[in-house]
């Protein structure tokens, strides 16, 4: 069964951090583009962070120095390690893989910041 499953989500208080985890199977993971997107209540769903086959990164303004996304294909799995959290971070965070003929997302993690 192709499909993304996220993990690593939960409750921090401003200034925490967590790592989030996505795991791809039934998937050729390496040749994919990978991104964390979110959704916040009442929000259209934006991008966090993505990271393309090659391993490049790119990141939102809101997140960039705080937010780090790395992959490891051989375990097939992009990670998103997220650092100085602050309560405009809480959101149902995302995992997509795409290319040109594809895309694939992952049913969700709630990330929530607050004290």
């Known amino acids: 069964q192709v499909q993304l499953v996220e993990s690593g989500g939960g409750l921090v208080q401003p200034g925490g951090s967590l790592r989030l985890s996505c795991a791809g199977s039934g998937m050729i993971f390496s040749i994919y583009d990978m991104g964390w997107y979110r959704q916040a209540p009442g929000k259209q769903r934006e991008l966090a962070a993505a990271?393309?086959?090659?391993?490049?990164?790119n990141y939102a303004d809101s997140v960039k120095g705080r937010f780090t996304i790395s992959r490891d294909n051989a375990k097939n799995t992009v990670y998103l390690q997220m650092n100085s959290l602050k309560p405009e971070d809480t959101a149902v965070y995302y995992c997509n893989a795409r290319s040109l003929t594809f895309n694939l997302w992952g049913q969700g993690t709630q990330v929530t910041v607050s004290s």
């Open positions: 990271i393309s086959s090659g391993g490049s990164p």
